[in-house]
């Protein structure tokens, strides 16, 4: 069972690797990534 879950990480990380490479998703990644760092950071007093 683990060669196949393997295998199925294997294709999920292909296609993902394969849709960042487009620019629209790239666009769409690095909007997520920003906002994801807005809410981490603390409000400074």
């Given at each position: 069972?683990?060669?196949?879950?393997?295998?199925?990480?294997?294709?999920?990380?292909?296609?993902l690797y394969n849709?960042?490479?487009?620019?629209?998703?790239?666009?769409?990644?690095?909007?997520?990534?920003?906002?994801?760092?807005?809410?981490r950071r603390k409000?400074?007093?």
């Amino acid at each position: 069972m683990k060669l196949f879950k393997s295998a199925a990480l294997i294709g999920i990380g292909k296609k993902l690797y394969n849709e960042s490479r487009k620019p629209q998703n790239r666009a769409r990644i690095q909007r997520a990534v920003d906002s994801a760092k807005n809410r981490r950071r603390k409000p400074q007093r």
